[in-house]
């Protein structure tokens, strides 16, 4: 009888570590997004904002990357965290963070649409930052 309390008790503690290690890998792969992926595009969106007025398209590079593969490999775990809010949490902070880049990705799309429309035919590739460069008023 006690052999088997031990063992149910055992495998809770297991459990719980297990769910604290996922908790601890999701942590730091939002960390690392934040860190990687958010801060420079919020930089480039602010700089494009005070320098343009959005008067010029943003042209935003497609991301292919996955920066959650470790979320994607744990959704199953996520069912074993008892916390509700904190389950609901982890899901809206994960549906945002994708949504973030299937916006980037349709604004490359439109992009590519846009430079192909405003292309004068024979000059070759618009290279965009050296136009912008020339026409940038200094700084008072």
């Known amino acids: 009888m006690q052999a088997a309390k031990d063992q149910r008790k055992a495998s809770k503690e297991a ?3 297990a769910v604290k290690h996922t908790l601890r890998a999701i942590k730091t792969e939002l960390e690392g997004f934040q860190k990687a992926f958010v801060k420079g595009t919020d930089e ?3 700089n494009w ?3 343009y007025k959005k008067q010029v398209p943003l042209n935003l590079p497609s991301i292919t990357q996955n920066y959650f593969i470790v979320f994607d490999s744990s959704a199953g775990a996520l069912g074993t965290i008892e916390d509700d809010d904190l389950r609901q949490r982890i899901l809206a902070t994960f549906y945002q963070a994708k949504s973030l880049i299937e916006a980037i990705n349709y604004q490359h799309e439109r992009y590519q649409v846009y430079e192909a429309l405003t ?4 000059t070759g590739p618009v290279d965009w930052a050296s136009a912008l460069a020339a026409v940038q008023l200094p700084e008072r």
């Open 119 to 122: 292309r004068v035919p024979g």
């Open 49 to 51: 904002e005070d320098q």
């Open 44 to 46: 480039l969106l602010k």
């Open 15 to 17: 459990e719980h570590r």
